[in-house]
Antibody, heavy 126, light 110 residues
């Protein structure tokens, strides 16, 4: 069973850049039919989609975060990364990486985030 | 941007009872891109339902999804103790292209 594991600093200073990496194990990041995504959850709140990337580097970002987000993929290392610039306290959250699986059923395309990492807590504070 | 509104915010039921959770979209959503997730405290969300009504691998058949257009429902036919958790609906919309989640329904033991 494919597994995802987030890594990165747990504390980031305001105005700096948050950098996280997700390692894909027991499976290939280069397989077709998948995107790789980041989703965050502020303390006590709901889920917010940040963006997705495929193995070729094609990205889609949440419009509300697009100006600050950069995602990249390293297929040789089996990992993908998130950079979020100019962070504030509002960016404090648990950050999850997840696999977006594309299902094809009766010729129609469906998708959902079917595998998630355990999450990593990031606090923005001076 | 499509907004998903889940109701009720909190649902108090007993084991063995039937749970009905609602997810209403601010505009019509493709059923192909409507999913439900379960989240327990301190854990990552788990995919339950995709395509509005298709159970994910390993999900018990007491979980079912239905709906179309703007109204979707997650039903748990007979609650087990491990079903008490937070539930989120999620959709993909193309204008603008993005994924959004509902605010969640907390299913608690009565």
């Amino acid at each position: 069973q494919l597994q995802l594991q987030e890594s990165g600093p747990g504390l980031v200073r305001p105005s700096e850049t948050l950098s996280l990496t997700c390692i894909v194990s027991s499976g290939s990041i280069s397989s077709g039919g998948f995107y790789w995504g980041w989703i965050r959850q502020p303390p006590g709140k709901g889920l917010e989609w940040i963006g997705i990337i495929d193995f070729s580097g094609s990205t889609h970002y949440n419009p509300s975060l697009k100006s600050r987000v950069t995602m990249s993929v390293d297929t040789s290392q089996g990992q993908f990364s998130l950079r979020l610039s100019s962070v504030t306290a509002a960016d404090t959250a648990v950050y999850y990486c997840a696999r977006l699986r594309i299902f094809v059923i009766r010729g129609e395309s469906l998708d959902a985030f079917d595998i998630w990492g355990q999450g990593t807590r990031v606090t923005v504070s001076s | 941007e499509i907004v998903l509104t889940q109701s009720p915010g909190t649902l108090s039921l007993s084991p063995g009872e039937r749970a009905t959770l609602s997810c209403r979209a601010s505009q019509s959503v493709s059923s192909n891109y409507l999913a439900w997730y379960q989240q327990k405290p301190g854990q990552a969300p788990r995919l339950l339902i995709y395509g509005a009504s298709i159970r994910a691998t390993g999900i018990p058949d007491r979980f079912s999804g239905s709906g179309s257009g703007t109204d979707f429902t997650l039903t748990i036919s007979r609650l087990e103790p491990e079903d008490f958790a937070l539930y989120y609906c999620q959709q993909y919309g193309s204008s603008p292209p993005m994924y959004t989640f509902g605010q969640g329904t907390k299913l608690e033991i009565k």
